[in-house]
């Protein structure tokens, strides 16, 4: 079994900062592309961040400049560092990454569990 195991969300007022965390764990065998998705109500879900094994990022146009992701691959870990947030932010935050388990080595895509954000206005 693999879980993906989010914090770090909350609610901030708008200008502040939130660092998310996403931890694979499990049996793996490596992780490959990581990334962060988010949906707000009424809206579809849409990629913020990813960010490779090697570690090339891509970012959502509504983010650039404002949020990084970066990732420890020793920890199987995906971190979202979110600056100067806008009540447009808010949404629920999802990790998503692709992992090649241990015996049949097969990549597959896992989800968290999601984490609220909330920034006021």
């Known amino acids: 079994q693999v879980q993906l195991a989010e914090s770090g969300g909350g609610l901030v007022q708008a200008g502040g900062s939130l660092r998310l965390s996403c931890a694979a764990s499990?049996?793996?065998?490596?992780?490959?592309?990581m990334g962060w998705y988010r949906k707000a109500p009424g809206a579809q879900r849409e990629l913020v961040a990813a960010i490779t094994r090697g570690g090339s990022t891509s970012y959502a146009d509504s983010v650039k400049g404002r949020f990084t992701i970066s990732r420890d691959n020793a920890k199987n870990t995906v971190y979202l560092q979110m600056n100067s947030l806008k009540p447009e932010d808010t949404a629920v935050y999802y990790c998503n990454a692709d992992i090649v388990r241990t015996g049949p080595l097969r990549s597959s895509p896992y989800w968290g569990q999601g984490t609220q954000v909330t920034v006021s206005s």
């Open positions: 499990g049996n793996i065998f490596r992780t490959d592309n």
